[in-house]
């Protein structure tokens, strides 16, 4: 190939030294541009070179000017001497000369002219021994120094690899590469070295090899074994051998640095997208690690379990135990609400209360749920900063596209920022779900023993209003008995008045005895009328403890179903006609005035008597009846105790009022057998008359 066009300036090693990263000039481009210079002016100074050194060997060498030589036989007997001598020969036989000291010589002279040639061989190879040599000196060296600068740069390149990329700041990766690009001027500095050596080896072979080629054509010369074109044929050819050996080799050098700067622009480039490539890492790697801490920072109990939120739950805690102990101390004051304390008024009150505890346990739920979402939103504010400062963060690291970026952040962090509210605001609703729950539940509970209660007690108001009824009844049956008979029995007073009258007015025995008789059967009427008033008290009194029995087995029955419990008592049993029955003898006035007690008590089960002693009727009934009775009612008297509350204070209530009517009764049978002793005395007076005045008649007959 042509030096020329070798050395001429092309455009694929200006492409290749390009940078693309920046727009000054690299030292890749730095040093290319100085070998092409170099080779630029290496092409124009070589003619100026080669002819210099010519023009010297020419003024050095000046009997190297090419002439040609005479013939040999000539040049011999040309000279004087040679003709006398041959003058002297000329009567001689002629006979053939051998030339041997001729031959001597030119052997002699072909062993100095190749002592010459053998010197200027072992010169010229030492030389270039010497040379290739120094040149492998100074390739080994520069590998040497390559070798270091290229562990150097591995050493500095390995920190921005993927497992250690992370460690570093971004000052940090941008200081890799100022480290290892400071090496390249370094480097491109030992290229040009290793050139100008290359030159300065070349030179240093160009002028022993030179100074050898003028000893050598010297030594020639003096020899004169061969002719003078000869010598100057083999300086010519030794000439342009060397030129072409240190053509050959310039051509080679200057391959060799132009491989060794296109290499380092290479290494240069790939080092840089090797540093660009780890800058990429970085920022991706940072970027997913500004992204990762943010999510775990937002899944951590920071924002998952805030110390305030789980601090107003410990809160809610306590106040759920003292309202719920509230609710049971409310609840405990119902066991108050007993009698003589149980009435429909005291159970409004109490339901009131309870509703006012529910109305002031709702709005602290209220309140306490405010309070958490406020703090809910001041967390959700606090973590959209967080979010917000994470894209500021990210968007400078600058690892992606920004709307490749944006998507990146709504799919990883968006996406764990609207997973912590939705999960907060679940927690939030159902613990105001389960508390609204909890309200109602133990509302329902307090409405529901409220209504429990307000049945209770009208149960009780409506018990003890029927036994005040039943009493009422008793005794208004018991007064309009008492006033039909003090009407009727003045009536037969009068008739006893007028009859006996009639009988101190009698003129005669007979009719003496018919006045005396009708007085005595008016008598026997108001007895009668006192028996059958007696009679109708009784079954009165001895019905009323039937009907508070009854009355009571109700109560129990229904106070039963209230509590949902068995009843001990066996419900009412409709009474006999025997009541009716027992009504016989009496007028209609007082069957009439007493039929509003017989209905009830035939309505009524199992009507029991009066006990015996105390408020019984003296003489109303045998003993044996009056011991049934007493223990009827005794039986009354237990079965009622069973059926009432624990108190007994229905019991004493019924107890008391059967006390009162039993003592009515007794007064009112009291003041009728006051009244029949009356009766019977004036009787006897009636009969004392009569019969004083029978004596008195006979006397006077």
């Known amino acids: 190939m042509d030096w020329e066009k070798k050395t001429a300036v092309r455009e694929a090693l200006g492409g290749a030294a390009a940078d693309t990263f920046n727009d000054m000039t690299t030292p890749g481009q730095s040093l290319l541009r100085s070998v092409q210079d170099a080779e630029v002016v290496r092409k124009e100074r070589f003619g100026n070179t080669m002819g210099a050194r010519m023009k010297a060997a020419r003024e050095q060498l000046p009997s190297l000017q090419p002439r040609h030589a005479v013939r040999s036989d000539m040049s011999v007997f040309s000279s004087k001497p040679a003709a006398e001598v041959h003058s002297l020969l000329s009567n001689t036989r002629r006979a053939k000369a051998d030339m041997s000291g001729v031959k001597t010589m030119l052997e002699l002279k072909m062993d100095s002219h190749q002592a010459v040639w053998d010197a200027f061989v072992s010169q010229r190879d030492a030389a270039r021994s010497r040379l290739e ?164 920072r937002v899944r951590s109990p920071e924002y998952t379990e805030p110390s305030v939120r789980l601090q107003a739950f410990e809160h809610m805690r306590g106040r759920q135990r003292a309202a719920f102990e509230r609710v049971i101390e409310h609840v405990r004051k119902a066991a108050g609400l007993q009698p003589p304390h149980l009435s429909p008024s005291r159970v409004e009150e109490w339901a009131v209360a309870a509703a006012e505890l529910h109305g002031s346990w709702v709005a602290e739920i209220d309140a306490w749920l405010r309070g958490l979402h406020a703090h809910e939103s001041d967390v959700e504010g606090i973590v959209q900063g967080q979010l917000k400062a994470l894209w500021e963060e990210v968007l400078e690291y600058r690892g992606y596209k920004e709307p490749e970026l944006r998507a990146l ?236 509350l624990p108190n007994g204070q229905s019991f004493k209530v019924a107890k008391e009022v059967l006390g009162v009517l039993v003592a009515e009764g007794a007064a009112t049978l009291g003041e009728a057998r006051l009244q029949v002793a009356k009766r019977e005395a004036a009787a006897a007076a009636v009969a004392a008359a009569v019969a004083a005045r029978e004596e008195a008649a006979a006397q006077a007959a």
């Open 409 to 644: 952040v709504d799919d990883s962090c968006g996406a764990v920022v609207a997973l912590r509210r939705a999960r907060a605001l679940s927690l939030l609703q159902s613990a105001s779900a389960f508390l609204s729950w909890q309200a109602e539940d133990w509302r329902h509970f307090q409405d529901s023993l409220a209504a429990w209660l307000r049945r209770l007690a009208a149960l009780h108001t409506e018990y003890h209003a029927r036994t005040r009824e039943e009493e009422a009844e008793a005794r208004a049956t018991l007064k309009a008995c008492r006033e039909l008979y003090n009407a009727e029995d003045g009536e037969r007073e009068k008739a006893l008045a007028a009859a006996v009258a009639a009988v101190s007015s009698g003129h005669s025995e007979k009719s003496l005895d018919s006045l005396v008789a009708a007085a005595l059967s008016r008598l026997d009427d108001i007895e009668a009328g006192y028996r059958d008033f007696h009679g109708h008290m009784t079954q009165i009194v001895k019905a009323f403890p039937r009907t508070v029995q009854d009355s009571a087995a109700r109560y129990h029955i229904e106070l039963c179903g209230l509590l949902q419990v068995v009843p001990q008592v066996a419900p009412p049993v409709p009474l006999q006609s025997a009541t009716s029955a027992a009504a016989d003898g009496t007028d209609l006035a007082c069957s009439d005035a007493t039929e509003g007690v017989k209905a009830a008590g035939v309505a009524a089960a199992g009507i029991g008597t009066l006990p015996a002693g105390e408020g019984s009727v003296p003489g109303a009934s045998s003993g044996a009846a009056d011991n049934t009775d007493g223990d009827a009612a005794d039986a009354a008297e237990a079965a009622v105790r069973e059926l009432l």
């Open 133 to 296: 040599a120094d040149v492998g000196a100074l390739a080994a060296e520069l590998r040497a120094a390559l070798a270091a600068s290229d562990a150097a740069s591995d050493v500095e390149m390995a920190a921005v690899e993927e497992h250690c990329v992370m460690n570093l700041t971004e000052a940090d990766v941008y200081n890799v590469w100022g480290a290892v690009a400071q090496q390249t001027p370094q480097r491109a500095a030992w290229i040009e070295e290793l050139s100008q050596a290359l030159d300065s080896a070349e030179d240093d072979r160009r002028s022993v090899v030179e100074k050898a080629l003028v000893d050598m054509v010297a030594g020639m010369i003096r020899v004169s074994h061969l002719s003078e074109g000869e010598v100057e044929r083999i300086l010519e050819r030794e000439s342009l051998a060397l030129n072409k050996a240190i053509l050959d080799n310039r051509r080679t050098y200057a391959d060799l640095v132009k491989r060794l700067q296109v290499a380092e622009v290479m290494a240069e480039q790939r080092r840089r997208c090797e540093w660009e490539a780890g800058l990429s890492r970085w920022r991706i790697l940072r970027t997913h690690h500004a992204m990762n801490v943010f999510n775990e």
